[in-house]
Each structure stands twice: as structure tokens, then as C-alpha cells.
């Protein structure tokens, strides 16, 4: 055996199983097919600016206790994981309304009339008891009795923006469980260098050898030996952190209680575009999040103002945005050339951020076509039996696993490889 054991994958949930192993004292590497690290959290560093990939925000500890374990155990201080003020508002009747997410919401209307509002509370308290219900599959289920405005101008703007998902698909349970979890908007932080801060961190004290793609895990005498055009790499044990398809594809072989949840475990593809300005947003604007609900625009889901992140996303004098497409823009534009997506995008943005098209210096599409698990009902019935299957040499990490689809789902679910790992090589 060449290694103890191998992990395929960079992002939160492989390095976060490999920085356990490694710590319980097993010889570990990361093998990560892109030339960085960070998967879907990478960050680019382009002429000063902290361009975030993907879109991130960290709850308090009490909804994100591995992340923020994990942040303490690398020695990362308060003023590195700061908070973002006026984190979420939503585009309604030609302005933003602040306060989305938060208690002072219900009083403002945060874009709601008082007879939704009234609603949101009452949906509130029913998601507090506990699990939706049985009649609720969906998450247009479970908000389809309530008044019309919760879903077109809150739920489904929410659903899209941050998690790609067709409301009439995701699972209402999974989308209950994560609102449970995060909270209050005004409890939210970032990472002040990027959200692949964590990542970077966690790789510097590990053994990660970037642009190894595998394309196969197969088993060999006393393990697994990982196929690549680079080399092959023999380990007792191996965990697979990637997407769900891409596991699939990787381990043909999986048990029928294993395969049965990967097929099940679908995506959301995501398209974002980040905008460096040679001036900021326009003076007086405030907030970083702003929903777009499909009512205001069919292909344009969120509005993020990244220098109002933190600061130190681009340098001073200087602004730097992102656009987010919705479901429907995603499938509309995925294909397009980078050229026609900033064409697109920018042009319905100036409605919402009047002369943006003059001020943009530079451009860059990512695009994510496994973006976040999709958690279907389909999937979330399967997830008990996955959960139940005996030790391999062959484990899972990602937010896929748990269908909690952030990062504080992949840093849970590597953690919990690593002690299935260590269970079974003991």
C-alpha cells in the first residue's frame, strides 16, 4: 500500500476526512483532479480581488458546530471569520427590502404584506414542531397552503438562489432542517480571505497533490488501488469526497444499498457570474444578498455584493459583484459561451443596479453543473439504508451524503468517513 488511506477530493468534506485520519495518526492523501483546492469553495486571486466561485455564508456554531469546531482546531480567530452585516433583502416593487431572514423582518414586511407575514410566522412555529408532514413531499407542498406571496416572493426566490432547486422537487424536510439550522441572517459570517480560507488551511498541513484526476477505484489485494493517467495510488482504504454522480461513476461496484442512493442522489447545475468594477455598487446601497424573485425576473435569481462581504474583496475605489441565475436561467444559459452569459446577465442586472453595464472591468463565469444536491424525496426515503450499510473499503463524503447541501453538510459528512474509516481499518 502505497498510502493508509486515499481521499478523492479538495473540497470541505475531503479534507475535512483527511485532516481527522491524519490526526488519528494513519498515513493520508488527497488526490484532487482541479489545480487548486476548495471544490465548490474555491477562490480566485485576480489584480486584488477575492473572487468567491461558489456562494457561501457561516451560521452561528450552533447551527454549523463542525465547521466552526474545525475553524478553532486550525487556529483561525474571530477576525478572520467575520460577520456580514444586512446579509439578505429581496427585490420588490422597485426597491430592496432588508431584514429577510430575520426577526425584524416580520415587523418591516421584508417584501411581504401583512397577511404573508402572518403566514411566515405560522410556517414558522409548524416547522418548529418538527418535521413538515407527510403531505408536505415538496417544498411546494409544504408552502402551497399559505398565502401565494410566501412562496413567490420569499420561498422559492430562496430555494433557487442559494440551492438552485426547483421548489416542486426538493425535499420540504431537507429545506425545514436547513432553515432550522442556519438561523437568523443577522447571526451569518464569511470568511474574511475567501471562502476557500478553511480549505487552504486544512491543505498546507496535509498531503494534497492537486491535478490528479481518478477515474476509477477498484479492489485490489489488502485495499483499493485509485486509477489515474498520472499513476495509480494503493491505499487500505479510500473516500470517495465528490459529488454523487461522480462517486457513481468512479466505484461501479458499489453495493446495491450504496448504488440504489447515488443514482437517487440527483443535482442542481449552477451558473454565476462575478463582475469586477472600476467603481462600486451604486453610493447608498446597501445589504449583500438580494433575492430576485421570478415575478421580477424569470433568469436573474440573487444579486450579491461581494465588497460589501468584506471589504477587502477588491481593492479600495473598486467594486465587485456577482450575478446568480435561477433555475430556468441556469438551463438557458449553461451552455453559452462566457461572452453571451456576461452579455445576458449584465443587461437585466442594470434594471436592479442602474448603470452597472458601464462600470464592469472584467469579467468570470463559473459554472458548477453538479452545483448542490437537488434532495429529492425519492432520496431522502433512501438516505436510512445508506446510513445503515456496513464498513468497506470504499466510504462517501460530501453534503450529498446527509443531504444538508452546505458546507457545513460536507465538513459533517467527512467526519463522519473518517471514524467509519477508522472503525473499520482497527
Not at 481527522?20 to 471544490?39: K, M, P, T, Y
Not at 429581496?90 to 397577511?115: I, K
Not at 488501488?225 to 461513476?249: I, K, M, Q, T
Request: glycine share 12%; net charge positive.
Amino acid at each position: 500500500m502505497n498510502v493508509d488511506v486515499a481521499v478523492v477530493g479538495a473540497g470541505p468534506a475531503g479534507l475535512a476526512a483527511a485532516y481527522a485520519l491524519d490526526r488519528a495518526g494513519l498515513a493520508v492523501r488527497v488526490l484532487e483532479a482541479a489545480e487548486a483546492v476548495g471544490g465548490r469553495m474555491r477562490t480566485l486571486r485576480a489584480r486584488g480581488c477575492l473572487i468567491d466561485t461558489g456562494a457561501e455564508m457561516l451560521p452561528s456554531a450552533d447551527g454549523y458546530p463542525a465547521t466552526w469546531r474545525l475553524i478553532r482546531a486550525v487556529g483561525l480567530d474571530a477576525a478572520a471569520v467575520p460577520r456580514v452585516r444586512d446579509a439578505v433583502g429581496v427585490w420588490r416593487d422597485g426597491r430592496v427590502h432588508p431584514h429577510v431572514g430575520r426577526p425584524l423582518g416580520l415587523l418591516t414586511g421584508a417584501g411581504l404584506p401583512p397577511r404573508a407575514r402572518l403566514d411566515l410566522v405560522r410556517l414558522r412555529l409548524r416547522l418548529a414542531r418538527g418535521r413538515p408532514g407527510p403531505e408536505a413531499a415538496t417544498v411546494a407542498d409544504l408552502v402551497g397552503k399559505y398565502h401565494p406571496d410566501l412562496r413567490a416572493f420569499l420561498v422559492e426566490p430562496l430555494v433557487a438562489g442559494f440551492f438552485g432547486w426547483d421548489a416542486g422537487r426538493s425535499s420540504a424536510a431537507v429545506f425545514a432542517e436547513h432553515l432550522a439550522s442556519t438561523g437568523s441572517t443577522n447571526t451569518w459570517h464569511t470568511y474574511r480571505d475567501g471562502m476557500d480560507t478553511l480549505a487552504r488551511v486544512l491543505a498546507a498541513g496535509l498531503d494534497v497533490v492537486t491535478g490528479h484526476e481518478v477515474t476509477g477505484v477498484v479492489p485490489c489485494p489488502g485495499g483499493v488501488r485509485l486509477e489515474s493517467p498520472r499513476g495509480s495510488v494503493s491505499a487500505r482504504a479510500a473516500v470517495l469526497a465528490v459529488p454523487a454522480p461522480v462517486a457513481a461513476r468512479l466505484h461501479p461496484g458499489a453495493p446495491p444499498e450504496e448504488r440504489a442512493y447515488l443514482e437517487a442522489c440527483t443535482y442542481a447545475p449552477m451558473l454565476r457570474l462575478s463582475l469586477v468594477l472600476s467603481r462600486p455598487a451604486a453610493p447608498g446601497r446597501r445589504g449583500f444578498a438580494t433575492l430576485v424573485p421570478a415575478a421580477e425576473d424569470p433568469v436573474l435569481n440573487v444579486i450579491t455584493v461581494d465588497h460589501h462581504k468584506h471589504p477587502g474583496r477588491a481593492p479600495a475605489g473598486t467594486g465587485l459583484i456577482s450575478l446568480i441565475t435561477s433555475p430556468q436561467g441556469t438551463a438557458a444559459l449553461m451552455g453559452e459561451s462566457d461572452e453571451k452569459v456576461a452579455d445576458q446577465l449584465v443587461g437585466r442586472a442594470e434594471r436592479f443596479m442602474p448603470g452597472l453595464a458601464g462600470r464592469v472591468a472584467r469579467f468570470h463565469v463559473h459554472r458548477f453543473p453538479h452545483g448542490l444536491p437537488e434532495a429529492t424525496p425519492r432520496a431522502l426515503a433512501l438516505r436510512a439504508a445508506f446510513e445503515g450499510r456496513p464498513g468497506a473499503a470504499v466510504d462517501y463524503a460530501g453534503d450529498w451524503v446527509a443531504l444538508r447541501p452546505c458546507s457545513e453538510g460536507a465538513v459533517a459528512a467527512g467526519e463522519q468517513a473518517a471514524a467509519r474509516v477508522l472503525a473499520r481499518l482497527s
